[in-house]
């Protein structure tokens, strides 16, 4: 098993141009997340998806798009990026609500916005 | 809420011990605990339940004080494996978790 799987690992975006995230996991988990981490900063939860075709808000979800037509892709979404998405990007998933179970993450994209 | 984390850093000796907190505004039902190292994911390490049992993984165990809304995480006899950057966090509803911003663990020779 591969578990859950981000490509690009880096990308230099300009400001306002656009690109896609991509997420997927192979362990059948219904629950997928999106986190950003700023330099020396917890994790920040951008948008979460509790199965195939629902997605719902997390604590920093603008300038930020998803969709989840499978169970095991959750792509994220920049539109007209901005120097504050410079970031580290990660995605990851339980079979559980990450209330109760533990969650795997991905090895993380690092997006620099100039 | 965003748990709070204490201390921000901390330097240790190969063998000595330390003792990281975190805590919380709001009723906790669970704690989770994960270790991040450098330019890697973050990795689970254990799950705490109410109950206030305490759970190990190699030399590093935790408690959860649901009452005070508090965990503390015990690093026995550091081993420079246990570097990096350790988080607790709680639930935020059923489905997520809020992150604490970490406390940095260095480990010496």
């Known amino acids: 098993n591969a578990g859950v799987t981000q490509t690009p690992k880096f990308r230099i975006l300009k400001i306002g141009q656009s690109m896609t995230l991509q997420c997927t996991q192979d362990?059948?988990?219904?629950?997928m997340y999106w986190y950003r981490q700023d330099p020396g900063m917890g994790l920040k939860l951008i948008y979460y998806s509790v199965g195939a075709g629902i997605t719902d808000k997390g604590e920093v979800p603008n300038g930020y798009n998803v969709s989840r037509s499978t169970t095991e892709d959750f792509p994220l979404r920049l539109e007209l990026a901005a120097p504050s998405q410079t970031s580290v990007y990660f995605c990851?998933?339980?079979?559980?609500?990450?209330?109760?179970?533990?969650?795997?993450f991905g090895q993380g994209t690092r997006l620099t916005v100039v | 809420q965003q748990p709070v984390q204490s201390p921000q850093a901390v330097i240790l000796r190969e063998g000595e011990d330390a003792v990281i907190n975190c805590s919380s505004s709001?009723?906790?039902?669970?704690v989770h605990w994960y270790r991040q190292k450098h330019g890697e994911a973050p990795v689970f390490l254990m799950i705490l339940l109410k109950g206030g049992e305490q759970k190990g993984h190699e030399k590093i165990s935790a408690s959860f004080n649901e009452k005070k809304q508090q965990s503390s995480l015990y690093l026995t006899a550091s081993q420079l494996s246990y570097s990096g950057t350790y988080f607790c966090g709680t639930p935020f509803g059923n489905e997520k978790l809020t992150f604490g911003t970490g406390t940095r663990l260095t480990i010496i020779p």
């Open positions: 362990m059948n988990h219904n629950y």
């Open positions: 709001k009723a906790l039902y669970s």
């Open positions: 990851a998933s339980s079979y559980l609500p990450q209330g109760n179970t533990e969650a795997f």
